[in-house]
Structures are given as structure tokens and as C-alpha cells.
């Protein structure tokens, strides 16, 4: 997505050739216009396969899950919490999610009642290095018996392990920029995919 590109070289900040800090338009401030256009462009490439729904975790995600959802003609969202009230995880389902980004584990939890069985249901989130927060929510989906449509990522960081776990997982992955890699402390895209 060549707009999503040109606001990463832009305003992006490469920090050690490592972390791509993309707060300005995305992560903390967001550009409304290109929200909407990644949303557009999620529900383009999506187009061929039915989506009943939308998941994604907090917060980052929510914010291009809800641009996609209106695009897809108004589909329901649901975010996984980082943290939920103890009284509410009985009623949940529940994974691990290692964030390549902060180093740290942290638990997810999204409650059962939004999640009927039998829904197909796609996961957006903002990056994609590890994958782990693919796989996770894709866990959550298969213990909710719901179909995993297909995993939308705004950004991927292609030289890491993210795409390929996901595929061999068997999980159709769209990711609308593409980094190969970053070179003094510049993204340079995959051509080729993105």
C-alpha cells in the first residue's frame, strides 16, 4: 500500500535497526484518513472470503479492526483485553502473547459471549514479527470453534519469523507494507509482496 509506505519512510522512527516506532500516524496519535484507507484496503484484499466478525488486541489494533469492520459493511469488533476484572475470567477465553516489541508475556482474554461458535473471523493487528499475537488469537478462535477467515497486518517485518509460522500453520496472511529489512535505521520494503 503505497501510501502506508510513504508515511512510514516519512514518520516512522527506526530505532537500532530493530523497532519501527510508528506513533505518530498509527500506535498512539492516529491519522483518520489513513485509518480509513487501511481499512478500505483490508476489505479489498478480504473481499473473496465471508468475515462475520473482526478480533484484534488491544490497543493498537482496535482503531484499524474498526476502520476494516465499517469497509466490510459494518461487522462487529472485538478486542482482546490485556487485563480483565477477575470476576470476568471465568467466562473467558484466555492465552499467553509474547510482544517482540516490549519483551515481556502478557495474558489476553476475550469473554465467551463474543465469540459464537461457528464464525468466521478475521484477525487484524498493527505488526507482525514473531507472530505471536497471530497465533494466540488464533488460538482463541479455535477454542471458541470459530473458523479463522484469514490474519490482515498493517505492518509486516518480513525478516522475522511472523509469516512464515502463520502460513505453516495453514493461515492466509495480508500484510500491507512489507519491511525486509532496516538499514541505518531505514525500512527497506519487499518489493516483491507488499
Do not use: W
Amino acid at each position: 500500500m503505497k501510501e502506508l509506505k510513504e508515511r512510514i519512510i516519512h514518520d516512522g522512527i527506526v530505532i537500532d535497526n530493530r523497532i519501527l516506532k510508528v506513533d505518530s500516524f498509527l500506535n498512539q496519535q492516529l491519522d483518520p484518513a489513513l485509518i480509513c484507507h487501511i481499512g478500505t484496503e483490508f476489505a479489498r484484499r478480504f473481499s473473496d472470503t465471508p468475515i462475520d466478525r473482526i478480533v484484534t488486541i488491544e490497543s493498537s489494533g482496535i482503531a484499524v479492526a474498526y476502520a476494516a469492520a465499517l469497509a466490510m459493511k459494518n461487522i462487529p469488533v472485538v478486542f482482546a483485553r490485556k487485563k480483565m476484572p477477575s470476576h470476568a475470567m471465568e467466562n473467558t477465553y484466555h492465552t499467553s502473547v509474547y510482544s517482540y516489541t516490549k519483551e515481556e508475556t502478557y495474558e489476553v482474554a476475550i469473554s465467551k459471549q463474543f465469540l459464537p461458535a461457528g464464525e468466521s473471523v478475521l484477525i487484524i493487528d498493527d505488526f507482525l514479527a514473531s507472530g505471536e499475537a497471530a497465533l494466540g488469537l488464533a488460538s482463541l478462535l479455535q477454542e471458541a470453534q470459530c473458523n479463522v477467515a484469514g490474519i490482515g497486518i498493517v505492518i509486516e517485518k518480513s525478516f522475522q519469523p511472523g509469516r512464515q509460522r502463520l502460513q505453516e500453520a495453514g493461515y492466509r496472511v495480508e500484510a500491507l507494507a512489507q519491511i525486509e529489512k532496516f538499514e541505518n535505521d531505514r525500512p527497506v520494503f519487499n518489493q516483491a509482496k507488499s
